[in-house]
């Protein structure tokens, strides 16, 4: 089977198309082959040796936290009406790749009426944005301002917002992004590419989900209402929001950082059930906006770190 492999740390072209054994069904395991792999900004700041403090991986190694596809075999000890379903599945690495052997633990079905790209767009973002959102306790009436509203994970909070009933302030950069902002029904947009976007809405923010973080993160704190939450989870533009937590205890502020989103896998897998139960419903449906091949997996990366992305980006093995 086919893989991608990082053979060393550095740029996009770093990721190499390469063949490796196809994986066999154990005990306790099943064999899956992947219909569409998540991929997260993340991977490219690993995959470039930026995270190394963080992340415990060195080249060579095959990327990827999961997707969702088909199974195609069971161990010895699984029940064989496994083979055949969808599912989605969640791995420590090896992902990139069009089948991956994983324990029937990981394992989550896809529900009727899920497709499997939007399956694997929930994997990861709506594990998060259920976790912060759940954590935050937003309530009818309230204002949401969620800062990279038109990520992968943007999109998912400004759907549960809207679907508890608070007004929602969708903040991101650029006339095409605004423009998914406003047809995701966000009541205010604001382009915080803009000086003093933030303005607009200064200290009325109930709760603020921060998905940028750095600079457009301090601005998005000054935003939040005395009494209210600061969820900064989002470092894409190098770090993450260092809000004054004297300032936040001063003004009855709830900081809450990336700290609080290191959940265990029994809560991962919970939330993963009710993200996709929830797009069953028609609540939670992620915005995927591009997808490559696998083996473009270098032109995806490229694409993420360049910005150019809108949405959620999958690969498709």
């Known amino acids: ?25 154990g005990p306790g395991r099943v064999v899956v082959g992947m219909d569409a792999v998540d991929t997260l900004f993340v991977e490219t700041r690993i995959r470039a040796g930026l995270a190394k403090e963080f992340f415990d991986v060195r080249p060579p190694y095959v990327p990827g936290g999961g997707g969702a596809g088909v199974v195609t075999a069971a161990g010895p000890d699984v029940d064989p009406a496994w083979v055949g379903r969808r599912v989605v599945v969640s791995v420590d690495g090896g992902a990139y790749a069009e089948r991956v052997a994983v324990p029937l633990d990981a394992v989550v ?87 003093g976007w933030a303005d607009e809405i200064r200290g009325q923010a109930d709760t603020v989900f921060d998905g940028v973080g750095d600079r457009i993160g301090l601005a998005a704190f000054g935003a939040t209402a005395d ?38 896998r029994d809560e991962r897998i919970r939330l993963l059930r009710k993200a996709l139960a929830k797009a069953a419903e028609g609540v939670l449906g992620p915005v995927i906006g591009q997808t490559f091949p696998l083996e473009r997996a270098a032109d995806a990366h490229t694409a993420i770190e360049n910005r150019t992305v809108l949405a959620k980006t999958l690969l498709l093995p």
Do not use: W
Request: glycine share 16%; with cysteine.
């Open 1 to 25: 089977m086919r893989v991608i492999e990082v053979r060393e740390f550095g740029g996009p072209r770093v990721l190499e198309v390469r063949d490796a054994p196809d994986p066999a069904a």
């Open 109 to 195: 079905p896809v529900p009727d009426g899920v497709g499997q790209n939007e399956a694997a767009a929930l994997l990861h973002d709506g594990v998060t944005a259920l976790c912060v959102f759940e954590a935050a306790g937003v309530k009818a009436g309230e204002t949401v301002l969620v800062v990279g509203a038109t990520g992968g994970m943007g999109v998912l909070l400004v759907r549960l917002a809207h679907a508890v009933g608070a007004r929602v302030a969708a903040a991101a950069r650029g006339a095409r992004k605004l423009e998914l902002a406003r047809e995701l029904g966000a009541d205010i947009v604001l382009d915080y590419s803009e000086p």
């Open 227 to 264: 009494g209210g939450t600061f969820s900064a989870h989002g470092a894409t533009l190098g770090g993450f929001t260092a809000a004054d937590p004297e300032e936040a205890g001063r003004r009855g502020i709830t900081l809450r950082g990336i700290q609080d989103v290191q959940i265990g």
